[in-house]
Protein backbone atom coordinates (compact mmCIF):
# COMPACT_ATOMS: atom_id res chain seq x y z
CA UNK A 1 0.00 0.00 0.00
CA UNK A 2 1.42 3.04 -0.72
CA UNK A 3 1.71 6.31 1.28
CA UNK A 4 -0.29 8.58 -1.06
CA UNK A 5 -2.23 6.75 -4.44
CA UNK A 6 -3.79 9.36 -6.49
CA UNK A 7 -6.14 7.40 -8.56
CA UNK A 8 -7.31 9.32 -11.70
CA UNK A 9 -7.85 12.27 -10.29
CA UNK A 10 -10.20 15.11 -11.79
CA UNK A 11 -10.31 18.51 -10.25
CA UNK A 12 -12.55 21.32 -11.42
CA UNK A 13 -12.53 24.77 -9.12
CA UNK A 14 -16.10 24.54 -10.39
CA UNK A 15 -15.98 26.29 -13.97
CA UNK A 16 -15.58 24.25 -17.08
CA UNK A 17 -11.91 24.23 -16.57
CA UNK A 18 -10.29 21.09 -15.21
CA UNK A 19 -7.38 21.83 -13.39
CA UNK A 20 -6.58 18.24 -13.02
CA UNK A 21 -7.34 15.66 -15.82
CA UNK A 22 -7.04 12.53 -14.90
CA UNK A 23 -3.69 11.95 -12.74
CA UNK A 24 -2.39 8.95 -11.14
CA UNK A 25 0.44 9.36 -8.74
CA UNK A 26 1.91 6.49 -5.65
CA UNK A 27 3.98 7.92 -3.09
CA UNK A 28 5.53 6.19 -1.41
CA UNK A 29 7.62 6.16 2.25
CA UNK A 30 11.25 8.01 2.72
CA UNK A 31 10.64 9.82 -0.84
CA UNK A 32 11.37 13.08 -1.98
CA UNK A 33 9.63 14.57 -4.94
CA UNK A 34 10.04 17.93 -6.65
CA UNK A 35 6.21 18.74 -8.34
CA UNK A 36 7.86 20.85 -11.41
CA UNK A 37 6.01 22.73 -14.44
CA UNK A 38 4.85 26.34 -15.04
CA UNK A 39 2.43 28.29 -12.98
CA UNK A 40 -1.47 27.36 -13.64
CA UNK A 41 -0.44 24.19 -14.66
CA UNK A 42 -2.01 22.01 -11.58
CA UNK A 43 1.20 21.60 -8.91
CA UNK A 44 -0.51 23.13 -6.16
CA UNK A 45 -3.78 21.46 -7.05
CA UNK A 46 -2.81 18.32 -7.23
CA UNK A 47 -0.60 18.99 -4.16
CA UNK A 48 -3.18 20.02 -2.36
CA UNK A 49 -5.46 16.34 -3.08
CA UNK A 50 -2.81 14.90 -0.88
CA UNK A 51 -3.91 16.39 2.25
CA UNK A 52 -7.44 17.07 1.62
CA UNK A 53 -7.01 20.23 1.67
CA UNK A 54 -8.68 19.59 -2.44
CA UNK A 55 -11.31 16.58 -2.95
CA UNK A 56 -10.88 15.69 -5.98
CA UNK A 57 -14.22 16.21 -8.47
CA UNK A 58 -13.43 12.31 -9.76
CA UNK A 59 -11.39 9.47 -9.11
CA UNK A 60 -9.73 8.99 -5.57
CA UNK A 61 -6.93 9.82 -3.64
CA UNK A 62 -5.99 7.39 -0.56
CA UNK A 63 -3.97 8.45 2.25
CA UNK A 64 -2.78 5.61 3.57
CA UNK A 65 -5.48 3.46 2.23
CA UNK A 66 -8.12 5.63 3.32
CA UNK A 67 -9.56 7.85 0.89
CA UNK A 68 -9.27 11.99 1.30
CA UNK A 69 -13.10 12.23 0.90
CA UNK A 70 -14.25 10.41 3.98
CA UNK A 71 -11.56 11.92 6.54
CA UNK A 72 -11.96 15.58 7.84
CA UNK A 73 -9.01 18.06 6.15
CA UNK A 74 -8.00 18.88 10.31
CA UNK A 75 -7.28 14.88 10.38
CA UNK A 76 -5.61 14.47 7.15
CA UNK A 77 -2.88 17.25 8.44
CA UNK A 78 -1.95 14.95 11.21
CA UNK A 79 -0.30 12.97 8.47
CA UNK A 80 0.18 15.16 5.75
CA UNK A 81 1.39 18.14 6.53
CA UNK A 82 0.81 21.26 3.82
CA UNK A 83 3.20 24.50 3.93
CA UNK A 84 2.11 27.43 1.69
CA UNK A 85 4.13 29.46 -0.84
CA UNK A 86 2.54 33.12 1.02
CA UNK A 87 3.82 32.63 4.50
CA UNK A 88 0.99 35.13 5.25
CA UNK A 89 -1.83 32.76 3.99
CA UNK A 90 0.00 30.49 7.20
CA UNK A 91 1.03 32.62 9.99
CA UNK A 92 -1.85 33.71 12.10
CA UNK A 93 -0.46 33.76 15.89
CA UNK A 94 1.47 37.19 17.44
CA UNK A 95 4.57 35.23 18.63
CA UNK A 96 6.57 32.56 16.88
CA UNK A 97 6.61 30.17 19.30
CA UNK A 98 2.29 30.38 19.62
CA UNK A 99 2.38 29.74 15.65
CA UNK A 100 4.86 26.71 16.07
CA UNK A 101 2.80 25.61 19.58
CA UNK A 102 -0.73 25.60 17.82
CA UNK A 103 -0.28 22.45 15.91
CA UNK A 104 0.47 20.19 18.48
CA UNK A 105 -2.15 21.80 20.62
CA UNK A 106 -4.74 21.83 18.37
CA UNK A 107 -4.11 17.93 18.09
CA UNK A 108 -4.88 17.87 21.87
CA UNK A 109 -1.25 16.59 22.81
CA UNK A 110 0.00 16.81 26.68
CA UNK A 111 1.59 19.89 27.60
CA UNK A 112 5.58 18.64 28.17
CA UNK A 113 4.70 17.26 24.38
CA UNK A 114 3.95 20.60 22.46
CA UNK A 115 6.50 21.93 24.42
CA UNK A 116 9.42 19.99 23.68
CA UNK A 117 8.47 19.45 20.04
CA UNK A 118 8.03 23.50 19.60
CA UNK A 119 10.78 23.91 21.03
CA UNK A 120 12.38 21.09 18.24
CA UNK A 121 10.73 22.30 15.11
CA UNK A 122 12.15 26.24 16.44
CA UNK A 123 15.22 24.73 16.99
CA UNK A 124 15.58 22.64 14.22
CA UNK A 125 14.62 26.19 11.25
CA UNK A 126 17.31 27.93 12.76
CA UNK A 127 14.71 30.43 14.86
CA UNK A 128 15.93 29.89 18.56
CA UNK A 129 15.90 33.10 20.33
CA UNK A 130 13.37 34.42 18.30
CA UNK A 131 10.67 32.87 20.34
CA UNK A 132 8.79 35.96 21.60
CA UNK A 133 9.36 37.67 18.05
CA UNK A 134 6.20 38.93 16.13
CA UNK A 135 6.19 36.39 12.90
CA UNK A 136 5.70 39.66 10.55
CA UNK A 137 9.35 40.90 11.85
CA UNK A 138 11.31 38.34 10.65
CA UNK A 139 12.21 38.86 6.94
CA UNK A 140 10.85 36.68 3.82
CA UNK A 141 13.28 33.70 4.57
CA UNK A 142 12.91 33.28 8.12
CA UNK A 143 8.80 34.08 8.07
CA UNK A 144 8.96 30.60 5.57
CA UNK A 145 10.89 28.76 7.95
CA UNK A 146 8.81 29.64 10.43
CA UNK A 147 5.64 28.30 8.45
CA UNK A 148 8.21 24.84 7.83
CA UNK A 149 8.39 24.68 11.75
CA UNK A 150 5.04 25.20 12.27
CA UNK A 151 4.28 22.09 10.27
CA UNK A 152 7.21 20.57 11.65
CA UNK A 153 5.48 20.38 15.42
CA UNK A 154 3.06 18.29 13.98
CA UNK A 155 5.42 15.43 13.07
CA UNK A 156 3.01 14.84 10.16
CA UNK A 157 4.66 11.54 7.53
CA UNK A 158 4.65 13.27 4.55
CA UNK A 159 5.60 17.48 3.94
CA UNK A 160 3.94 19.30 1.10
CA UNK A 161 6.39 22.02 0.60
CA UNK A 162 5.05 25.29 -1.75
CA UNK A 163 7.89 27.09 -3.82
CA UNK A 164 10.02 27.02 -0.16
CA UNK A 165 13.12 28.31 -1.84
CA UNK A 166 10.57 31.40 -3.28
CA UNK A 167 12.48 34.67 -2.29
CA UNK A 168 15.34 32.85 -0.43
CA UNK A 169 18.58 34.00 -0.57
CA UNK A 170 21.67 31.84 -0.61
CA UNK A 171 21.64 31.15 3.28
CA UNK A 172 18.15 30.46 3.34
CA UNK A 173 17.97 28.26 0.58
CA UNK A 174 20.60 26.32 2.50
CA UNK A 175 18.60 25.88 5.27
CA UNK A 176 15.81 24.65 3.44
CA UNK A 177 17.79 21.81 1.65
CA UNK A 178 19.49 21.02 4.94
CA UNK A 179 16.01 20.65 6.78
CA UNK A 180 14.24 18.40 3.49
CA UNK A 181 17.42 16.58 3.99
CA UNK A 182 17.08 15.97 7.50
CA UNK A 183 13.47 15.14 7.67
CA UNK A 184 13.77 12.80 5.02
CA UNK A 185 16.52 10.59 6.75
CA UNK A 186 14.54 11.17 9.66
CA UNK A 187 12.06 8.80 7.90
CA UNK A 188 9.71 11.61 5.91
CA UNK A 189 8.69 11.91 2.92
CA UNK A 190 8.60 15.41 1.50
CA UNK A 191 7.19 17.05 -1.68
CA UNK A 192 8.03 20.48 -2.78
CA UNK A 193 6.59 22.52 -5.36
CA UNK A 194 9.68 24.31 -6.77
CA UNK A 195 10.82 25.62 -9.83
CA UNK A 196 14.71 25.92 -8.64
CA UNK A 197 16.26 23.43 -10.65
CA UNK A 198 19.48 23.57 -9.05
CA UNK A 199 17.84 22.71 -5.47
CA UNK A 200 16.10 19.80 -6.89
CA UNK A 201 19.18 18.63 -8.85
CA UNK A 202 21.07 18.56 -4.78
CA UNK A 203 18.01 17.71 -2.87
CA UNK A 204 15.44 15.87 -4.79
CA UNK A 205 15.77 12.37 -5.95
CA UNK A 206 11.98 11.91 -7.82
CA UNK A 207 10.80 14.74 -10.76
CA UNK A 208 7.10 14.80 -11.50
CA UNK A 209 6.54 17.25 -14.15
CA UNK A 210 3.10 18.04 -14.44
CA UNK A 211 1.57 20.46 -17.19
CA UNK A 212 -2.35 21.01 -18.57
CA UNK A 213 -3.26 19.51 -15.52
CA UNK A 214 -1.42 16.11 -16.62
CA UNK A 215 1.83 14.66 -15.44
CA UNK A 216 3.92 14.81 -18.35
CA UNK A 217 6.71 13.17 -16.62
CA UNK A 218 7.66 11.00 -13.61
CA UNK A 219 11.32 9.66 -12.73
CA UNK A 220 14.43 9.88 -11.53
CA UNK A 221 15.84 13.56 -11.05
CA UNK A 222 18.76 12.66 -12.91
CA UNK A 223 16.90 10.97 -15.69
CA UNK A 224 14.40 13.12 -15.90
CA UNK A 225 17.18 16.17 -16.39
CA UNK A 226 17.82 14.21 -19.54
CA UNK A 227 14.53 14.38 -21.13
CA UNK A 228 15.65 17.54 -22.90
CA UNK A 229 12.79 17.69 -25.49
CA UNK A 230 9.93 17.17 -22.58
CA UNK A 231 11.60 19.60 -20.27
CA UNK A 232 12.07 22.10 -23.09
CA UNK A 233 8.12 21.79 -24.07
CA UNK A 234 7.31 22.28 -20.64
CA UNK A 235 9.70 25.81 -20.95
CA UNK A 236 11.67 24.07 -18.07
CA UNK A 237 15.60 24.36 -17.74
CA UNK A 238 17.81 21.78 -16.36
CA UNK A 239 20.50 23.36 -13.88
CA UNK A 240 23.60 25.11 -16.06
CA UNK A 241 25.80 22.07 -15.19
CA UNK A 242 23.19 19.54 -16.52
CA UNK A 243 23.28 22.57 -19.84
CA UNK A 244 26.58 22.22 -19.95
CA UNK A 245 27.21 18.76 -19.85
CA UNK A 246 24.64 18.26 -23.02
CA UNK A 247 26.23 21.10 -25.03
CA UNK A 248 29.53 19.19 -24.62
CA UNK A 249 27.96 15.86 -25.69
CA UNK A 250 30.29 15.04 -28.41
CA UNK A 251 33.14 15.07 -26.77
CA UNK A 252 32.68 12.54 -24.36
CA UNK A 253 31.21 14.08 -21.00
CA UNK A 254 29.14 12.38 -19.39
CA UNK A 255 25.54 13.38 -19.81
CA UNK A 256 23.66 13.02 -16.79
CA UNK A 257 25.92 15.56 -14.48
CA UNK A 258 23.92 17.70 -12.26
CA UNK A 259 25.90 19.27 -9.70
CA UNK A 260 29.54 21.67 -9.75
CA UNK A 261 31.28 19.14 -7.79
CA UNK A 262 29.75 15.99 -10.21
CA UNK A 263 31.03 17.85 -13.30
CA UNK A 264 34.45 18.92 -11.69
CA UNK A 265 34.85 15.22 -11.15
CA UNK A 266 34.28 13.85 -14.47
CA UNK A 267 35.79 16.72 -16.15
CA UNK A 268 38.91 16.01 -14.20
CA UNK A 269 38.90 12.55 -14.85
CA UNK A 270 38.97 13.15 -18.41
CA UNK A 271 42.12 15.66 -18.32
CA UNK A 272 43.91 13.01 -16.43
CA UNK A 273 43.04 10.30 -18.93
CA UNK A 274 44.96 12.25 -21.69
CA UNK A 275 41.74 13.87 -22.75
CA UNK A 276 42.23 17.35 -22.57
CA UNK A 277 44.82 19.32 -21.97
CA UNK A 278 46.15 22.30 -19.69
CA UNK A 279 45.25 25.50 -20.96
CA UNK A 280 48.19 27.15 -19.23
CA UNK A 281 49.81 25.43 -21.80
CA UNK A 282 47.76 26.47 -24.70
CA UNK B 1 24.95 62.54 -25.41
CA UNK B 2 28.07 62.55 -24.21
CA UNK B 3 30.41 59.58 -23.50
CA UNK B 4 30.22 58.17 -19.81
CA UNK B 5 27.81 60.64 -18.84
CA UNK B 6 26.98 60.31 -15.16
CA UNK B 7 23.47 59.21 -14.46
CA UNK B 8 23.11 58.63 -11.07
CA UNK B 9 25.80 59.23 -7.88
CA UNK B 10 25.78 58.40 -4.97
CA UNK B 11 28.12 59.55 -2.36
CA UNK B 12 28.74 58.19 1.11
CA UNK B 13 24.80 57.86 1.52
CA UNK B 14 24.24 56.47 4.98
CA UNK B 15 20.63 55.63 5.57
CA UNK B 16 18.56 54.19 8.89
CA UNK B 17 15.08 53.57 9.40
CA UNK B 18 13.41 55.47 11.84
CA UNK B 19 14.30 54.19 15.58
CA UNK B 20 16.90 51.54 13.66
CA UNK B 21 20.81 51.24 12.95
CA UNK B 22 22.00 52.38 9.49
CA UNK B 23 21.01 49.87 6.91
CA UNK B 24 22.72 51.37 4.61
CA UNK B 25 26.54 52.66 5.49
CA UNK B 26 28.46 54.78 3.34
CA UNK B 27 27.43 53.76 0.09
CA UNK B 28 28.81 55.48 -3.08
CA UNK B 29 28.85 54.24 -6.62
CA UNK B 30 28.28 56.08 -9.89
CA UNK B 31 26.28 54.39 -13.05
CA UNK B 32 26.77 55.76 -16.21
CA UNK B 33 23.93 56.57 -18.70
CA UNK B 34 22.52 53.85 -20.60
CA UNK B 35 24.06 51.05 -18.25
CA UNK B 36 22.87 47.65 -16.79
CA UNK B 37 23.79 47.75 -13.31
CA UNK B 38 23.27 45.15 -11.22
CA UNK B 39 23.19 44.76 -7.06
CA UNK B 40 23.66 41.07 -5.47
CA UNK B 41 23.36 40.25 -1.66
CA UNK B 42 21.71 38.44 0.76
CA UNK B 43 18.58 39.44 2.12
CA UNK B 44 18.75 42.25 4.70
CA UNK B 45 22.06 43.64 2.79
CA UNK B 46 20.04 46.82 1.61
CA UNK B 47 19.21 46.31 -1.54
CA UNK B 48 15.28 47.21 -1.32
CA UNK B 49 16.72 50.46 0.64
CA UNK B 50 19.39 51.10 -1.89
CA UNK B 51 17.01 50.96 -4.53
CA UNK B 52 14.15 53.18 -2.78
CA UNK B 53 17.08 55.72 -1.75
CA UNK B 54 17.50 56.29 -5.64
CA UNK B 55 14.01 57.44 -6.35
CA UNK B 56 13.58 59.29 -2.96
CA UNK B 57 11.13 57.15 -1.08
CA UNK B 58 14.17 56.69 1.50
CA UNK B 59 14.32 58.96 3.49
CA UNK B 60 10.76 61.16 1.91
CA UNK B 61 8.38 58.21 2.39
CA UNK B 62 10.11 56.20 5.55
CA UNK B 63 12.09 59.42 7.22
CA UNK B 64 14.43 58.35 9.36
CA UNK B 65 18.83 59.15 9.64
CA UNK B 66 20.10 60.23 6.22
CA UNK B 67 23.52 61.16 4.97
CA UNK B 68 25.53 61.62 2.10
CA UNK B 69 23.71 62.68 -0.75
CA UNK B 70 21.96 60.68 -4.09
CA UNK B 71 22.00 62.69 -7.26
CA UNK B 72 19.80 60.99 -10.27
CA UNK B 73 19.65 62.95 -13.45
CA UNK B 74 21.18 66.40 -11.99
CA UNK B 75 19.04 66.03 -9.05
CA UNK B 76 19.43 65.62 -5.32
CA UNK B 77 16.58 63.51 -4.12
CA UNK B 78 16.45 65.74 -0.53
CA UNK B 79 15.63 68.55 -2.72
CA UNK B 80 12.86 67.07 -4.67
CA UNK B 81 9.99 65.44 -3.62
CA UNK B 82 9.23 61.83 -4.71
CA UNK B 83 6.40 63.27 -7.26
CA UNK B 84 9.27 65.46 -9.04
CA UNK B 85 11.96 62.52 -8.75
CA UNK B 86 9.28 60.02 -10.40
CA UNK B 87 9.47 61.81 -13.83
CA UNK B 88 12.85 61.02 -14.07
CA UNK B 89 13.58 57.25 -12.19
CA UNK B 90 10.96 55.15 -12.14
CA UNK B 91 11.07 51.68 -9.40
CA UNK B 92 9.57 48.60 -10.12
CA UNK B 93 9.01 46.52 -7.11
CA UNK B 94 9.12 43.00 -6.46
CA UNK B 95 5.22 42.13 -6.13
CA UNK B 96 3.71 43.74 -9.22
CA UNK B 97 0.17 43.83 -7.41
CA UNK B 98 2.39 46.07 -5.26
CA UNK B 99 2.55 48.74 -7.73
CA UNK B 100 -0.62 48.61 -8.79
CA UNK B 101 -3.53 51.31 -8.06
CA UNK B 102 -6.08 48.69 -7.30
CA UNK B 103 -8.81 51.10 -8.78
CA UNK B 104 -8.08 50.13 -12.60
CA UNK B 105 -9.98 47.18 -13.75
CA UNK B 106 -8.44 47.45 -17.35
CA UNK B 107 -4.51 47.31 -18.38
CA UNK B 108 -5.24 50.35 -20.41
CA UNK B 109 -6.49 52.46 -17.18
CA UNK B 110 -3.43 50.92 -15.14
CA UNK B 111 -0.83 52.55 -17.10
CA UNK B 112 -2.96 55.42 -17.41
CA UNK B 113 -3.21 55.79 -13.51
CA UNK B 114 0.11 56.95 -12.72
CA UNK B 115 0.58 58.90 -15.62
CA UNK B 116 -3.06 61.07 -14.43
CA UNK B 117 -1.74 61.11 -10.87
CA UNK B 118 0.78 63.73 -12.67
CA UNK B 119 -1.01 65.56 -14.80
CA UNK B 120 -0.24 64.42 -18.24
CA UNK B 121 -3.49 65.27 -20.50
CA UNK B 122 -5.43 62.97 -22.06
CA UNK B 123 -3.64 62.79 -25.68
CA UNK B 124 -0.43 62.77 -24.66
CA UNK B 125 -1.56 60.04 -22.14
CA UNK B 126 -2.84 57.69 -24.82
CA UNK B 127 -0.09 57.74 -26.73
CA UNK B 128 2.43 57.41 -24.45
CA UNK B 129 0.29 54.36 -22.91
CA UNK B 130 -0.11 52.72 -26.35
CA UNK B 131 3.63 52.72 -26.29
CA UNK B 132 4.84 51.65 -23.43
CA UNK B 133 2.61 48.88 -23.58
CA UNK B 134 4.04 47.99 -26.73
CA UNK B 135 7.27 48.00 -24.88
CA UNK B 136 7.02 45.61 -22.86
CA UNK B 137 4.79 43.49 -25.33
CA UNK B 138 1.38 43.56 -23.98
CA UNK B 139 -0.21 44.86 -26.75
CA UNK B 140 -3.38 43.21 -27.44
CA UNK B 141 -4.62 42.76 -23.83
CA UNK B 142 -5.79 46.40 -23.13
CA UNK B 143 -9.24 45.63 -21.73
CA UNK B 144 -7.89 42.53 -19.14
CA UNK B 145 -8.13 43.26 -16.11
CA UNK B 146 -4.55 43.32 -14.24
CA UNK B 147 -5.25 40.63 -11.72
CA UNK B 148 -6.20 38.10 -14.78
CA UNK B 149 -2.94 38.60 -16.20
CA UNK B 150 -0.02 35.92 -15.59
CA UNK B 151 2.91 36.55 -12.92
CA UNK B 152 5.04 37.54 -15.96
CA UNK B 153 2.64 39.84 -17.56
CA UNK B 154 1.68 41.89 -14.13
CA UNK B 155 5.59 42.08 -14.09
CA UNK B 156 5.50 43.48 -17.32
CA UNK B 157 2.61 45.76 -16.60
CA UNK B 158 3.95 47.54 -13.57
CA UNK B 159 7.21 47.91 -15.96
CA UNK B 160 5.28 49.86 -18.33
CA UNK B 161 3.50 51.64 -15.86
CA UNK B 162 7.00 53.29 -15.01
CA UNK B 163 7.92 53.44 -18.60
CA UNK B 164 5.31 55.45 -20.04
CA UNK B 165 6.35 58.52 -17.31
CA UNK B 166 9.46 58.00 -19.61
CA UNK B 167 11.74 58.05 -16.69
CA UNK B 168 15.84 58.29 -18.03
CA UNK B 169 16.59 55.74 -15.09
CA UNK B 170 14.18 52.46 -14.31
CA UNK B 171 15.18 51.02 -10.84
CA UNK B 172 13.83 47.27 -10.38
CA UNK B 173 13.95 45.82 -6.65
CA UNK B 174 14.06 41.98 -7.71
CA UNK B 175 11.61 42.17 -10.33
CA UNK B 176 11.86 38.58 -10.63
CA UNK B 177 11.57 36.96 -7.35
CA UNK B 178 8.29 36.10 -7.55
CA UNK B 179 8.13 34.64 -11.06
CA UNK B 180 7.79 31.11 -12.88
CA UNK B 181 10.98 30.78 -15.20
CA UNK B 182 8.72 32.02 -18.11
CA UNK B 183 7.74 35.16 -16.10
CA UNK B 184 11.47 35.29 -15.61
CA UNK B 185 12.39 35.02 -19.16
CA UNK B 186 9.77 37.28 -20.04
CA UNK B 187 10.44 40.27 -17.50
CA UNK B 188 14.41 39.53 -18.01
CA UNK B 189 14.40 39.65 -21.73
CA UNK B 190 11.98 42.83 -21.43
CA UNK B 191 14.70 44.72 -19.65
CA UNK B 192 17.41 43.16 -21.81
CA UNK B 193 15.01 45.20 -24.73
CA UNK B 194 14.85 48.25 -22.54
CA UNK B 195 18.65 48.53 -21.99
CA UNK B 196 18.96 48.43 -25.82
CA UNK B 197 16.89 51.21 -26.37
CA UNK B 198 19.01 53.02 -23.81
CA UNK B 199 17.55 53.06 -20.62
CA UNK B 200 19.31 52.99 -17.79
CA UNK B 201 18.51 50.27 -15.70
CA UNK B 202 19.48 49.69 -11.88
CA UNK B 203 18.29 46.18 -10.86
CA UNK B 204 18.63 44.04 -7.35
CA UNK B 205 18.25 40.44 -8.87
CA UNK B 206 18.96 36.88 -6.95
CA UNK B 207 19.10 34.95 -10.61
CA UNK B 208 23.10 35.53 -11.04
CA UNK B 209 23.14 33.49 -13.89
CA UNK B 210 21.09 35.54 -15.43
CA UNK B 211 22.55 38.93 -14.91
CA UNK B 212 25.76 37.66 -15.83
CA UNK B 213 24.62 37.61 -19.13
CA UNK B 214 23.63 41.07 -19.54
CA UNK B 215 24.70 43.40 -16.41
CA UNK B 216 27.76 45.95 -17.37
CA UNK B 217 28.62 46.01 -14.05
CA UNK B 218 27.87 44.68 -10.30
CA UNK B 219 27.88 45.96 -6.59
CA UNK B 220 28.11 42.90 -4.06
CA UNK B 221 26.04 44.53 -0.99
CA UNK B 222 26.61 43.10 2.36
CA UNK B 223 25.30 44.02 5.51
CA UNK B 224 24.67 47.65 3.83
CA UNK B 225 28.31 48.25 2.11
CA UNK B 226 29.47 47.44 -1.13
CA UNK B 227 31.89 44.33 -0.85
CA UNK B 228 32.81 43.87 -4.51
CA UNK B 229 32.00 46.42 -7.04
CA UNK B 230 33.24 46.76 -11.15
CA UNK B 231 32.60 45.17 -14.24
CA UNK B 232 30.26 41.91 -14.33
CA UNK B 233 32.98 39.20 -15.11
CA UNK B 234 35.35 40.59 -12.20
CA UNK B 235 32.87 40.56 -10.05
CA UNK B 236 31.27 37.22 -10.15
CA UNK B 237 34.67 35.87 -10.34
CA UNK B 238 35.38 36.55 -7.04
CA UNK B 239 34.02 32.92 -6.15
CA UNK B 240 35.12 33.29 -2.16
CA UNK B 241 34.10 36.37 -1.47
CA UNK B 242 30.92 36.29 -2.89
CA UNK B 243 30.41 32.33 -0.84
CA UNK B 244 31.44 34.47 2.24
CA UNK B 245 28.44 36.67 2.22
CA UNK B 246 26.38 34.11 1.16
CA UNK B 247 25.48 34.52 -2.82
CA UNK B 248 25.98 31.85 -4.93
CA UNK B 249 28.03 32.69 -8.07
CA UNK B 250 27.19 31.09 -11.23
CA UNK B 251 27.53 27.32 -11.48
CA UNK B 252 29.92 27.58 -14.84
CA UNK B 253 32.16 29.79 -12.61
CA UNK B 254 32.32 27.62 -9.60
CA UNK B 255 32.69 24.84 -11.72
CA UNK B 256 36.09 26.54 -13.34
CA UNK B 257 37.09 27.51 -9.50
CA UNK B 258 37.44 23.95 -8.60
CA UNK B 259 38.92 22.87 -11.77
CA UNK B 260 41.10 26.02 -12.17
CA UNK B 261 44.64 24.36 -10.47
CA UNK B 262 44.11 21.22 -12.81
CA UNK B 263 43.58 22.84 -16.02
CA UNK B 264 45.97 26.27 -15.29
CA UNK B 265 43.29 28.56 -14.94
CA UNK B 266 43.48 32.13 -14.03
CA UNK B 267 40.23 33.91 -12.37
CA UNK B 268 40.57 36.76 -15.31
CA UNK B 269 39.89 33.46 -17.89
CA UNK B 270 36.91 32.11 -15.79
CA UNK B 271 33.78 31.50 -17.53
CA UNK B 272 30.46 33.73 -15.88
CA UNK B 273 27.78 32.27 -19.18
CA UNK B 274 27.05 29.01 -20.06
CA UNK B 275 28.34 30.00 -23.71
CA UNK B 276 31.70 30.86 -22.35
CA UNK B 277 31.50 28.16 -20.55
CA UNK B 278 30.99 25.37 -23.52
CA UNK B 279 33.67 27.76 -25.52
CA UNK B 280 36.33 26.97 -23.14
CA UNK B 281 35.69 23.43 -22.56
CA UNK B 282 35.67 22.51 -25.89
CA UNK B 283 38.85 23.71 -26.41
CA UNK B 284 40.30 21.75 -22.61
CA UNK B 285 38.70 18.53 -24.00
CA UNK B 286 39.28 18.79 -27.61
CA UNK B 287 43.19 19.53 -26.55
CA UNK B 288 43.48 21.95 -28.98
CA UNK B 289 45.34 24.67 -27.90
CA UNK B 290 42.94 27.87 -28.80
Known amino acids: ?282 | MPADETTVQVDGLIYGYPGHAPVLQEISLKVTKGEMFGIVGPNGAGKSTLCKALNGLVPHFYGGTYGGSVIVSGMNTMKHTVAELSLKVGLVFQEPSNQFSGVSTRVDEEVAFGMSMMGFDRQEMSGRMTNALKQVGLEGLEDRSPYELSGGQQQRLAIATVLAVRPEVIVMDEPTAQLDPVGKTEVLETMHALNKEGYTIIVAEHEIEELATFADRIIALNEGKIILEGPTHGVLTQIERLRGIGVDPPSVTELSHLLANEIALKPEKYPITLDEAIALYRTTLEGNPS
Open chain 1, 1 to 282: MSLIDVQDVWYSYGNEVMALNGVSLQIEPRETIALIGQNGGGKTTLAKQFNGLLKPTKGQVLVKGVATSKVPANKLALTVGYVFQNPSHQIFSSKVWDEVAFGPKNAGLAPQEIEARTEWAIDAVGLSGLEQTHPYDLDYGKMKLLTIASIMSIKPEVYCLDEPTTGQDHQGRKRVAELIRSLNDAGSTVVVITHDMKFVAEVVKRIVLVAEGKIVADGRTREIFEETDTLAGAQIRPPQITQLAHALAGLGVRQDLMTVREAADSILGMVHAGKGHSLGHA
